[in-house]
């Protein structure tokens, strides 16, 4: 995590980056081994990017869950659902809770 809202992903193996995030606030709590990012969460991937109200990072289990009306754009598309979850380290996306294709 840096100081300037961002947290890139690395990948275990190359240390290059697979995915950032940002936003306006990050909260981490060291006990849960979580931090909640809050306002304007952009993801960005190799090929898409998502967007969303607030995110939680579960350290553990290398995911994000990104909420708050959430949208995954790929190949010129938009798709909206209920929860996004991110695999960054993978680069890989699934989406829950009531996916909707967009334009």
Known sequence: MTDSG???FL???T???TSTMTAVEFERFMDKNETVIRGNVFMEGKDSSATG???TYFEKEEKV???GNPTLRKNGRDIHAGK???FPREGRALLTD???PGK
């Open 11 to 13: 990948d275990k193996k």
């Open 53 to 55: 109200e607030y995110a």
């Open 15 to 17: 240390e290059a980056v």
């Open 98 to 100: 009531g996916i909707l």
């Open 84 to 86: 996004i979850i991110f």
């Open 65 to 67: 869950y990104l909420e």
């Open 6 to 8: 961002k947290i890139d």
